[in-house]
């Protein structure tokens, strides 16, 4: 479930005016962008294609890759990256393209009644920025800066109502609120595994190789930091 975006007017116009441009740039051949589509552009009538994608992004956890959005589990990396998409959309020839995987500062801090993130990421892109949660679970994926992208997954210590939780796009930050569910008060901000990326075996060392740059996305969630 999608947090209500409350960003700055300003910021959002501006935004509009940058993606009209990238619509007509487009290359005949250029691969679709979303997850899981091998479709490529052939011209305009592309455009109306239906795109079949993964909205989630890919996550490698004790051996098995899976989507975050569909999580069919698979240990075998070819099966995983052939799996048909789940989500039907449009094609997206230009995003992410150049897009890097940064890491950026965050904190937390709470009240009684809230649990309030705030990444330090400038000047945040709020069309392609996103922040999911359920109850328990917070995923956040924003695009902020010289085209650079943050993403936090992390598994909640308590309780949230997703409903009346919200995020904030600022200037200088992302503020994520989270609204309790319960009243209690929260040692951490999440659940701590006992597998972490320093503690794994070596056939998933070799996988990490394989996989390159997907890999990285997945080593950009790292909470040591906390
Ligand atoms: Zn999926
Ligand atoms: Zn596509």
Redesign the pocket.
Known sequence: QALEKAALTKETSSKDTGEEKNAYGVKIGENCKNN?CKVNYEGEPSNLDLCRY???IPIFHEGLKY?S??QKKTTDFSEFLEQL???TGHHCWVKLETKKVAACRFDWHQTATHVCVAVYAKLSDPAPTYVEANPIRLNANIVFGDENVFTLDIELTGLIDVDQSSVCLAASKVEIKLRKAEPSSWRTLNVEREQTSNNKTDDEKADEKAEGGLEQMVDAVDLSDL
């Open positions: 899981g993964h909205p989630g989507w959005c569909c998409g789940c989500s």
